[in-house]
């Protein structure tokens, strides 16, 4: 079969960024431009501002790209866009590049939803083996995703309220460490001991997630102790909560491997990247002698790699969309 070179845009939140992949599972090039630096000074990412960032950076990451792969418009097979879900402002920069592109060059359009491109991170690193269970751990979602094959999504849970990403952001915060607050305080963690009692969210028979009751007691913590004029520490605080963290995680994992006969496993989005995470769940899939899949570290966070890796799946799967694709803040992945 003739090799297919898929073009992959993703603008969905504080990342432009294009990638050239080949047959959905060898990356050519890819140009991400972050907007972290311009956000941090805010404490998180301002929609508005991203999207104006999003318009300033497009076509140069997009020049760049070709470039980058040595290649032409003309060489590329077709193009996936993430349509969502993700800041509507921020996706539509992304979506219009990409419709005018596929009008320009008549490429076909493949419509790629953010998590999807999170999942299919990992077949850039190997060939999925079915069923399989993705667990999602981004800023935006927390779910356990059954696959029985390529782009068959079958949601067991998710969360009920914040995402796990938001909580470490949200409770990197409380402890002062600017934004992203996730991958420092995954560092601080590491250097701590787990002396503060946090309660496990949402031990329940559900495959469901909660962290807004653990971010509030982090809080509740945090302003006890200054209140009694306690030195709060830092590094044990951290390593307090994302035991808890990832306890709430590897728990209910370890609940849908037994249950659903489960023999592969791959983790997905950007806590994909935390290291408490990853030794945690390598441990279980150990200790239940099930295979998995942890992407690299730059894969785990937001790239149009991904986004061009899924879109091979879904060209296969024929989803195709036309130029009144429309960006959704929200949607469901099916
Ligand atoms: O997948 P992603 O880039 O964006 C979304 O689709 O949401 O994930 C970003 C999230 C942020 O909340 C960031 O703090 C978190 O991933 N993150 C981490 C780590 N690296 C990134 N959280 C915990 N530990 C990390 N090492
Ligand atoms: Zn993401």
Partial sequence: MKDMYILGIESSCDETSASIVKNGTEEIATVISSQIDIHKSYGGVVP????RQHVKNI??????????ANMKMED???IAITYGPGLIGSL???LEAAKTLAFIYNKPLIPVHHIAGHIYANSLVKDFKFPLLAVVVSGGHTELIEM????????????LDDAIGECYDKVARVIGLEYPGGPKLDKLASLG?????????????????????????????????????HHLNSEDLAASFQSVAIEAITSKVK????????????????????????????????????ELSIPPLKYCTDNATMIAAAGYFAY??????????NSKSQDILI
Avoid: W
């Fill in 48 to 51: 508005e501002i991203a999207s």
């Fill in 59 to 68: 076509t140069i990451v997009l020049e760049e790209c070709l470039t980058k």
């Fill in 76 to 78: 590329i097979d077709a």
């Fill in 92 to 94: 539509l920069i992304g």
């Fill in 148 to 159: 029985t094959d390529h782009y068959r999504f079958n949601k067991l849970g998710g969360t």
């Fill in 193 to 229: 001991q787990k002396t503060y009692k946090l309660p496990v969210p949402l031990k329940d028979d559900s495959y469901n997630f909660s962290f807004s009751g653990l971010k509030s007691a982090v809080i509740n913590l945090a302003h006890n102790e200054e209140q009694r004029g």
């Fill in 255 to 290: 609940k849908a491997i037994v249950e659903r006969n489960i023999k592969y496993v791959i983790v997905a989005g950007g806590v994909a990247a935390n290291n408490g995470l990853r030794n945690a769940i390598t441990n279980l899939a150990q200790e239940l002698n099930v």
């Fill in 316 to 325: 296969k799967d024929n989803r195709r969309a036309n130029l009144n694709l």
